[in-house]
């Protein structure tokens, strides 16, 4: 089976995510996608006031009628930092083959996260551009060029119309007391108005 992996914070989730991984789905043919909110995030700050259990519904409200999609709360059940190779090890078995999508930060920093040799022996990763920002190009054409060198493996891009949409947009609209509308999935919507959520920068 081609399996997808697709990690992240999600607080909250947006349609700039939902469109990464239908693209991601599509590209890659994959036969299952796994969407995985990070329990504790050791590349990041948590921002918002969000539990992991808001943050795990609005994922399960944003993909409920995405078909081959799995909200998995894997990271938050596991005690400590959510390390990417903690995850791809527990998904890994040697008749499937796991695809690791990123957006273009990750892609940057792949090198400095925990094992990355074992990273890129366990999976093959795949990066999607949310930003039209032509001044990283080279630095991106130069880093898939240094880990091919290094792990043997080339990181595939995922072709999509860049949405510059990120959470922390959201979370400053919902902030400022203005409607998501069209930010978020309207199921989202609704859960992050009930929940009171961001109302907080």
């Avoid at 796991?98 to 400095?112: P, R, V």
């Avoid at 093959?124 to 880093?143: H, N, T, W």
Wanted: proline share 5%.
């Amino acid at each position: 089976m081609r399996i997808g992996i697709y990690g992240g914070t999600f607080s909250p989730v947006h349609l700039g995510h939902v469109a990464a991984a239908k693209a991601f789905m599509e590209q890659m043919w994959l036969d299952i996608l796994y969407v995985i909110p990070t329990g504790i995030s050791p590349h990041k700050q948590m921002k918002g006031d969000a539990t992991p259990a808001d943050r795990l519904e609005m994922c399960r409200l944003a993909f409920e009628n995405v078909e081959g999609v799995i909200v998995s709360d894997m990271e938050i059940r596991r005690e400590g930092k959510s390390y990417t190779v903690d995850t791809l090890r527990e998904l890994y078995h040697p008749e499937n083959r796991l695809f690791l999508l990123m957006g273009t930060d990750m892609l940057l920093t792949l090198g400095s996260w925990r094992e990355p040799e074992k990273i890129f022996e366990l999976c093959y990763p795949v990066y999607i551009r949310r930003e039209a920002d032509a001044s990283l190009d080279d630095a991106i054409v130069g880093k898939i060029t240094e880990y091919h060198k290094t792990y043997g493996k080339v990181v595939r891009r995922i072709t999509a119309p860049p949405i510059e949409l990120s959470s922390s947009t959201v979370r400053a609209v919902v902030a400022q007391g203005k409607s998501v509308a069209g930010l978020v999935p309207p199921a989202v919507e609704c859960y992050i108005k009930e929940k009171g959520l961001y109302i907080q920068a």
